[in-house]
């Protein structure tokens, strides 16, 4: 252990015991030799802890610096693993995202959203895997046979339940019709206007009603497919509010596949519906690689 004398203070306690020695001397007495011989023991010792203490403090200094580069080492190598188990989750959610999406993606009919209407065709085989009847509170004839996509039967009562709410006497005119249901409609249309009937009618296996996801709409006192439905309330309730329940006006003003017509409605899924209004574009304006990128949030 140091002791807590200067070297000045040593030599003037040896010089004092020197002084002492003699007195003792005098005396007879040991005391002051044996004082003496430890003071100078003392100093040897003091001279050889200094230096000690300065090894030892060097050794501990390279220590400490090793021990503080083999932390930062560790914090390092912590660090990375920490990062690889963030990259290694989030590879972990990105392909449970994908299994997900290719799990959807078998169950939903990739014809819901191809662009009908004179670009793709429904054979006459072709019928939605499950229909459900509209309600009858929402038909415009109670004794009209009217059905919808199954899956698509949720988002349309509630989009006639909010309608209802809001005072709005929205009405189902007519919905799915088979490939033959088309072909009988098209040819009386063919009968009465001519070639006339092609701008507003399609033919078999290109009308989006095969695909069930399409209805007409009216009211109690448009009651028809009729130009007059674009003046009432309804219409204009449609226009605000139908894309919040992923429907779309499939025919607007200037589109390049049909008349106008203010009545016809597709249901395309709310993401979609959404992006068309906020951007103001229609659908068959889209490249169907881009419309094809909804399908799996298409009943979402």
Do not use: C
């Not at 020197?18 to 007195?23: F, I, N, P, V, Y």
């Not at 085989?125 to 059905?147: C, G, T």
């Amino acid at each position: 252990m140091k002791i807590p004398y200067t070297l000045g203070d040593i030599r003037l306690l040896k010089r004092t015991a020197l002084t002492l020695t003699g007195s003792a001397l005098i005396y007879g007495s040991v005391f002051a030799y044996t004082t003496f011989e430890g003071l100078k023991i003392t100093e040897g010792e003091l001279e050889i802890t200094e230096q000690s203490s300065q090894d030892h403090i060097a050794l501990l200094t390279t220590q400490i610096q090793r021990l503080t580069e083999e932390n930062q080492s560790m914090k390092d190598v912590l660090t990375e693993e920490q990062q690889r188990n963030v990259n290694l989750e989030r590879e972990k959610r990105r392909n449970e995202r994908e299994i997900d999406t290719l799990q959807k993606l078998t169950t939903i009919d990739p014809e819901l959203l191809k662009k009908y209407s004179k670009v793709f065709f429904l054979s006459e085989n072709y019928s939605p895997p499950e229909l459900e009847d509209v309600p009858l509170e929402y038909k415009i004839r109670a004794d009209k046979n009217i059905q919808i996509l199954e899956d698509i039967e949720p988002f349309l009562v509630d989009m006639l339940e909010d309608a209802t709410d809001d005072g709005i006497n929205l009405r189902v005119i007519s919905a799915f019709r088979s490939f033959e249901e088309q072909m009988s409609l098209k040819s009386a249309y063919v009968t009465q206007y001519g070639s006339g009937a092609n701008q507003f009618s399609a033919d078999q296996g290109y009308s989006e009603h095969q695909l069930g996801t399409t209805l007409d709409f009216g009211t109690p006192e448009v009651t028809g497919a009729y130009m007059s439905f674009e003046s009432t309330t309804a219409f204009e309730w449609l226009q605000n509010n139908a894309h919040k329940y992923g429907f779309i006006l499939s025919y607007p003003k200037g589109n390049s596949y049909y008349q106008y017509e203010p009545w016809h409605w597709r249901f395309v899924g709310r993401s979609l519906a959404k992006d068309l209004k906020k951007d103001s574009r229609v659908f068959y304006e889209l490249d169907q690689r881009e419309i094809d990128s909804y399908l799996v949030e298409l009943f979402d």
